[in-house]
């Protein structure tokens, strides 16, 4: 059975930095690639960052591109989102995902098919 959990969430002020955890069991980082989601109130599933193992290629969304930075730890099976500049816009529930599909890439919910609960990041301003 696969899980990911998810942990690092927390109230932080705007232009604060938090890192965010997901660790996987029943699934291995190295053998494919995870990613970042997150949903805001009222607002549909984004995709925030996603990396595949063999090379390290990964993938930003435009609103968080040069801020963020995804990478796996594969001793600890854990991939992180570090989040610098933090805005209050980056308030949402972040998601793990894994065992990515084609598209994944184009950071899209439907190409993963493992998902956390998430944790709740809120930025103030």
């Known amino acids: 059975q696969v899980q990911l959990a998810e942990s690092g969430g927390a109230s932080e002020q705007a232009g604060g930095s938090l890192r965010l955890s997901c660790a996987a069991s029943g699934y291995a980082f190295s053998s494919g690639c995870g990613g970042w989601f997150r949903q805001g109130p009222g607002k549909e599933r984004e995709g925030v960052a996603a990396?595949?193992?063999?090379?390290?290629?990964?993938y930003y969304g435009d609103s968080v591109e040069g801020r963020f930075t995804v990478y796996i730890d594969f001793a600890k099976n854990t991939m992180y989102l570090q989040m610098n500049s933090l805005k209050p816009e980056d308030t949402a529930k972040y998601y793990c995902?894994?065992?990515?599909?084609?598209?994944?890439?184009?950071?899209?919910?439907?190409?993963?098919?493992?998902w956390g609960q998430g944790t709740q990041v809120t930025v103030s301003s």
């Open positions: 990396m595949y193992s063999v090379g390290g290629s990964a």
């Open positions: 995902a894994a065992q990515c599909q084609r598209g994944w890439w184009r950071l899209q919910p439907s190409a993963f098919g493992y």
